[in-house]
């Protein structure tokens, strides 16, 4: 008997993920699993190093975007584009003139930032207002939309893309104080999927408010307590129902305003049902 036969065969490690502990076919795969998670720890300790916790990193569209200063009287604009030469906000109040409002970038964060101040001749931004910003990069400058606003339209005769200043006439009445997920679902969610633009019979896009009034009251009586409603963070290509996202902050316009979304969820929650959306990483 030769030497190597007395050496007993190694013990494979007992699963250390109860992912792994559950399904055996998974098992050969748990190395990767593990290095999945140890990423996701590292990237957790660093977002907690630089911003003090991860809900304060997940809501920084509170800070960048075009948001008006009462303080300071006026707007301010900020965008993350650490790889940007120039940056300037241009629109239909400074008449797209790219050396009007240029930004300034902090080199730590790679935030440009720049401000309007309110102007007793109108040239700032207002309700409606359309905008972009000029990124200058590699010597080049285009205009682009800026990756924190909340609307976006379309021109119909030049079908160009701008953002847009959304300010209500008033803010949106909720009814829904009393709604709770677990009241609605008693842990058990029967979930009804619909895109907005195509629930109605007709052979046109439908909107929030059509949905809202005409579609949910059949989910209710065919006994759904969810709905799940496809990507309708705004999107250019209207075929790709919804999942060539261009931005995540900003609910499609070509169903209606931001006030109509959430007329539908109001209603939808009056109704008893929750309402979920589909948040699409992978395409944009």
């Known amino acids: 008997m030769s030497a190597d036969a007395l050496v007993p065969a190694p013990v494979a490690a007992a699963p250390a993920l109860t992912l792994t502990q559950e399904d055996s076919w998974l098992y050969p795969f748990e190395p990767v699993l593990l290095a999945r998670q140890q990423r996701l720890a590292d990237r957790l300790a660093v977002i907690t190093k630089e911003y003090g916790s991860l809900s304060k990193y997940a809501t920084a569209h509170q800070r960048l975007g075009l948001h008006y200063d009462a303080k300071r009287r006026g707007y301010v604009v900020r965008e993350w584009a650490p790889g940007a030469e120039a940056v300037s906000l241009v629109g239909d109040f400074n008449f797209w003139n790219r050396q009007a409002d240029p930004l300034t970038k902090d080199e730590a964060t790679g935030v440009w930032e720049g401000f309007v101040a309110d102007d007793e001749n109108g040239r700032r931004p207002a309700a409606g207002s359309r905008y972009k910003l000029h990124v200058v990069a590699h010597g080049q400058g285009k205009d682009r939309l800026p990756a924190y606003l909340r609307r976006v339209v379309q021109d119909s005769e030049t079908n160009d893309f701008s953002a847009q200043l959304w300010v209500p006439e008033k803010p949106f009445t909720w009814t829904d104080q009393t709604f709770r997920v677990a009241n609605a679902t008693k842990g058990q969610p029967l979930i009804y999927e619909a895109h907005v633009g195509m629930a109605q019979e ?8 059509e949905f809202a009034d005409a579609i949910l009251p059949r989910i209710q009586a065919d006994g759904y307590n969810t709905i799940q409603l496809m990507a309708i963070l705004e999107h250019p290509y ?8 261009a931005n995540f902050f900003a609910p499609s316009s070509r169903f209606g305003t931001p006030e109509d979304l959430k007329y539908l969820v109001n209603e939808a929650h009056k109704r008893g049902i929750v309402v979920l959306l589909d948040l699409v990483h992978s395409h944009a």
């Open 202 to 209: 007709e052979g046109r896009v439908g909107t929030y408010r």
């Open 238 to 245: 209207y075929g790709s129902f919804g999942y060539h996202v």
